[in-house]
């Protein structure tokens, strides 16, 4: 079978992320898989039985600033005020349309078309979303060449609580109206599991797509086996490392608890790594003129963060604020057969039902007392560092988090 994917900003989408690790599995599986994503120079891997090419769409020159910024550690504050216009910017737009940025769509059928002349038809178009620009250039594609088209939606545009200047009746009743126009063609939806409530309640007569959806997990749940075993270089021997990986959008992911929780727990042998970009700079700055054992790394291509999480101890998550919402980094810190201490502020938290199900893991109410929980954390990371032997017995249901289930979906 050959499939090709359609995908978004190779740098930063923590969705085209997982549609790479797709992508990697299918080919691996002996499909022939080609991708298309933002910024990523031709690359070809090759897998028994089958390869996985990804080619490059230009990223806006916009981008390609804050990627440089960035990756040399040149003015980060730089770097997030160009992200802060842009998500303005992107409001902007959005109180007249959410239809994406005019001509980007154009950018993926040319490039498609590219492809196709290059490798032949493919059996599916396979579209990521974000960026919402994949299904519309899929659903023309489609058209254009009588080719299938598949809608792999991690964020779903009417189930996405995300903060917005848009009222929200008004941008779930357009959300709605986009998912009908673009859906309605596709011969599969898959969508993430959370947000099956929000879409069970609606009515699919006027919006039949809806009898389409697959709702599935976030697959980046990968068996340690698979991975390189690192040697310790990135930590000193006899330190307990936590590490956080990910962002930190403001309103969306807020760390003032955890970094107050840390600043008072790494001390001693005990240190915090944080690797990958904030809004709140300025508190994480704080934390560090107070306390030299947190640490900021700001960006690291990924895969030296495979390497930092492979050595690291235990792992930090910070809860969203918005409970259909799950930090896609749980899955992947699964993988890695790390303890695990989870923030939230919600009895409702996504993440809770995952971590218990891995076992490994706190998960701390951000409402309690800093006293309490620094008391059951500092428990726990004693606890853990003693019990951590390096085995991972997966369990059936975790299995569904990995790349091989929705390769079987797609494969179905």
Known sequence: MKYLFL???????????????????????????????????????SYEGGNFILYEIEPRQFFKVIHFLEINKLCIWSANILRLINRFLVQLKNLFSIRPWLGREQLYIKKVADVIVEHGLPDYLVAMIQPLESLVAAKSLSMKYGVPYIAYMLDAVYGNNGVRLVPDVLYKKRALNFENKYLCGAKRIFMVETVKDIYQILDQTKYPY??????????????????????????????????????????????????????????????????????????????ISRNKNIHFLGYVPHDKVSQYLQEADILLNIGNSFANMIPSKVFEYMSYNKPIISTTKMSNDPCRKYLEQYGKALVVNEKSSLVESHDKVVRFIQEAHMANDGTNEMTKELMKYTPAYICEKLEA
């Open 210 to 287: 809806i009898r389409k959806i697959q709702y599935v997990g976030i697959p980046l749940l990968i068996p340690v086996k698979s991975k390189q075993n690192y040697g310790r270089t990135l930590f000193k021997e006899d330190e307990i490392s936590i590490l956080f990986m990910g962002t930190m959008p403001r309103r969306i992911r807020d760390p003032h608890f955890a970094l107050a929780l840390m600043e008072k727990i790494a001390i001693g042998n005990i240190h915090l790594y944080i690797i990958g970009r904030s809004d709140y700079m300025n508190d994480i700055n704080g934390c």
């Open 7 to 45: 995908l978004g900003d190779i740098n930063s989408s923590a969705t085209t992320f997982c549609g790479v690790k797709v992508c990697k599995e299918l080919a691996a599986r002996g499909h022939s898989v080609y991708g298309i994503s933002v910024g990523q120079k031709k690359k070809v891997e």
